[in-house]
């Protein structure tokens, strides 16, 4: 049975929806609000202004459960993304020798404007999607009187509607969902943790045949500035240095072109790419705040949906702090839950809205949580030895840090940090390993026999100097 779906949004989730959706037989108008000319190839696409989007601009990494979900459910897409020039790094490089599994330890090196642009030629070329840019949706209309109330199309700038049996809306991190359903009398309870941090991102082109070695991320935590260098397709390079929004002097001196830069020859790892004289630059400094983990909920504590043909998928049901590069792979997978949901219950928009929240809780709500602990734990220290470097009697803290230390040396912690990072084994799946936990249980049991490396860096003072030696002025 094929039911008649709108998606509000043509970004990574949006896209992923109609795709899904589309291919599994139903007919699908996706509608987005930015006009989005067709671009020829991937420097055309990164050009193009995605004022709805706006942080394509920003680094992006494409965690190995991207690349897992793209061969598995759209196969196409990946080889398309190979053939438009991304390539795919394995992680294993220090995990010993081969294990089952290994092959899904791979993440793909592409620019987050490459990723859609790829995935949005895949959606245009289905017969059964219908892809309408530079028009907005206003609201949703629908049967508040319903129990639950029921979606039944939406509303558009123009004036006009579209009716449709099953709403998706992957309207992204500043949707209106919420409102938009207040008006069928739907609250939309949220849960939201801010980050604390802002993105400054800078693009530069890399020197023809740069050797990337293995290691496409570079980052490190220094407290007061986390950093990473991310490698793209075509030869780029995106250096993002997130720092507390109210950090004026910071913020102002790393918002200079010049003093973006010096401060990347600086910052352990990122420096490697500089040692030889600078890269030519992208565009300018790019920042981005409003950086927060945030779910909705569209079910009662009972799991019974409180709306039906409506779902949210991607930013617009839950976000995560975007250092963890957890958004895009988790906005895929929603599209998948959404359309395997759909054909488990064809043409009954509440057992779907069941399933489908019931999917989200089991695979994208830990990744919520853990995002929200991480966060709290206060530093990102995925793949950075010595993470934020911090010494700390928080016992949560000395436990994580002394099990990344000692992954750095043991397979097994090696590889289930590899895909507890890559969102392919959730902290109940790690709990279910015996080889894992009990190598975890030593470790925990005397954390203070796996120091973290010393903290490599200058200090916030340090740099701030260094910037203003070489010309940067402070706030
Ligand atoms: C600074 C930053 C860095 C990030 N880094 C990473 C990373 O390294 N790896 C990763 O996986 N994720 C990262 N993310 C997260 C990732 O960008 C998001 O998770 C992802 O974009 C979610 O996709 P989406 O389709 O839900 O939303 P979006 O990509 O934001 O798309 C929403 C779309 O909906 C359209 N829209 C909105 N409202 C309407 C309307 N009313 N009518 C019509 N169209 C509408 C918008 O124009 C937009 O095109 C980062 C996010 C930020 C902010």
Known sequence: MTEKVVVVGGGVAGLASALALGRAGHPVTLVERDELPAPTDAEAAFLAVRRGAPQVHQTHGFLARMRVELRDRFPDVLDELLAAGCTTMPLTANLGPPQPGDGDLAVIIVRRTTFEWVLRRAVTAEAAV??????????????????????????????????????????????????????????????????????????????AHFDLGSDPKLGGDLGFVKYLGVPGDGGTLSVTLAIRPDDGALRAALSDADGFEEACRLLPGPDRFFVDGPLEPIGGVRPMGGLLNRIRRFVDDAGVPTVSGFHAVGDAHTCTNPLYGRGCSLAVVQAALLADAAAAHPGDGVARATAYEAACAGQVEPWFEVSVQMDRLGADPAGIPGGSGESSDDPARRAVMALLAAAATDPVLGRAMARFWNLLATPADLMGDPEYMARAAAVMADPDAYPSPPREGPTRDELLEALAGAGVARA
């Open 130 to 207: 219908d892809v309408v840019t530079g028009v907005s949706v206003t609201g949703v209309t629908g049967e508040g009187g319903a129990l639950p109330p029921r979606v039944t199309g939406v509303s558009l700038d123009d004036g006009s509607t579209l009716e449709a049996e099953l709403v998706v809306a992957a309207t992204g991190r500043r949707a209106a969902v919420p409102a938009w359903l207040a008006e069928l009398g739907v609250t939309v309870p949220e849960t939201v943790h801010h980050s604390g941090l802002m993105y400054l991102t800078r693009w530069y082109r890399l020197p």
